[in-house]
């Protein structure tokens, strides 16, 4: 797939490694365009661009911010029209122990309302950067799960093909407004990884016998 990241920080760091790994042709950006030319150069298909020339002839854009930076990071990109952005934000406070939206709609809803031509998917946001930047295999030969949700069935289709391409099992989480449940799921997990001293080497995956 030919994919734009934006963001530069762990997460859109540890996407850079793992696409790179599997052949995806990337397209990465961030607010710092020499750290996006440093860590492009670190792997193989990754190329830094400027936001306004970053979107290219990208078909997935992979949504590696702060929610709070969401919507401006994708406006910077241009016109958004037919691309899948797999938003993968958790609107968390300061002390990233609750979230700032919740119960009545979610960080991707208001995302792609304010991006109303992209077809914005919920994936990845359960997974701490370390998981996703070590890959989708734990002990005992476990696997990860990447739980998926959109109303645009290409959209999720797309990021279920993106999370196989990098060895991660998925999960069909329903329509968009179920992340209103995959975002407090991530904060469970981010609590358990520093609240409870769990570690950053955990994820939450869904099992059937």
């Not at 406006?75 to 938003?87: C, E, M, T």
């Not at 093909?161 to 329509?175: E, P």
């Not at 358990?192 to 955990?202: E, K, M, P, Q, V």
């Amino acid at each position: 797939m030919k994919i734009t990241v934006i963001g530069t920080g762990n997460m859109g760091s540890a996407f850079a490694k793992q696409l790179s790994s599997v052949g995806h042709t990337v397209r990465i950006t961030g607010r710092n365009i020499d750290k996006a030319s440093a860590l492009a150069d670190q792997y193989a298909n990754v190329t830094a661009y400027a936001a306004s020339e970053a979107l290219g002839d990208s078909d997935v854009v992979v949504l590696a911010t702060a929610y709070d930076d969401a919507v401006t990071a994708l406006n910077s990109l241009g016109d958004l029209s037919g691309k899948v952005v797999i938003d993968i934000t958790n609107p968390l406070s300061a002390d990233y122990m609750s979230l700032t939206v919740g119960h009545v709609t979610s960080a991707s809803e208001e995302i792609a309302r304010a991006v109303p031509h992209a077809s914005v998917v919920k994936a990845f946001n359960t997974l701490f950067a370390q998981v996703l930047a070590e890959g989708s295999r734990f002990a005992n030969d476990q696997r990860g799960s990447v739980f998926v949700a959109s109303d645009s069935e290409r959209a999720k289709q797309t990021a279920i093909a993106l999370a196989h391409s990098l060895g991660w099992n998925t999960v069909d989480a329903g329509g968009l407004v179920n992340a209103r449940y995959l975002e407090p799921l991530a904060g469970l997990n981010i609590y358990l990884g520093y609240g409870a001293g769990l570690g950053t080497s955990i994820a939450p995956a869904w099992l059937s016998k």
